[in-house]
């Protein structure tokens, strides 16, 4: 069994900054690429920044400049560190993993987190 869990949401006003965490756990074998998403109601769940195991990065066009993504590959976590927020940021932020374990460790599994409620107030 393995989980994503976030930390690190809440209500900020504009201009502000947040900085998510997501860890996984349990029988990880290896963790590909990794990434953060975002959803509000009644719209797709869109991706906001994505980190390959290599260290590659890209972002949705409406978070360049603001938003970064890190990874601790000892920590198997990732990191969304968010400033300059906008209230058209607000959303429910889900953590992504593409990974394998140690049952099927040549086999690939995408993995969702809870998500995180992100509020940003004008």
């Known amino acids: 069994q393995v989980q994503l869990v976030e930390s690190g949401g809440g209500l900020v006003q504009a201009g502000g900054s947040l900085r998510l965490s997501c860890a996984a756990s349990?029988?990880?074998?290896?963790?590909?690429?990794m990434g953060w998403y975002r959803q509000v109601p009644g719209k797709q769940r869109e991706l906001v920044a994505h980190?390959?195991?290599?260290?590659?990065?890209n972002y949705a066009d409406s978070v360049k400049g603001r938003f970064t993504i890190s990874r601790d590959n000892a920590k198997n976590t990732v990191y969304l560190q968010m400033n300059s927020l906008k209230p058209d940021d607000t959303a429910v932020y889900y953590c992504?993993?593409?990974?394998?374990?140690?049952?099927?460790?040549?086999?690939?599994?995408?993995?969702w987190g809870q998500g995180t409620l992100d509020t940003v107030s004008s």
């Open positions: 980190i390959a195991s290599g260290g590659g990065t």
């Open positions: 349990g029988s990880i074998f290896r963790i590909n690429a």
């Open positions: 992504n993993a593409i990974l394998s374990t140690r049952e099927t460790p040549y086999g690939y599994h995408e993995v």
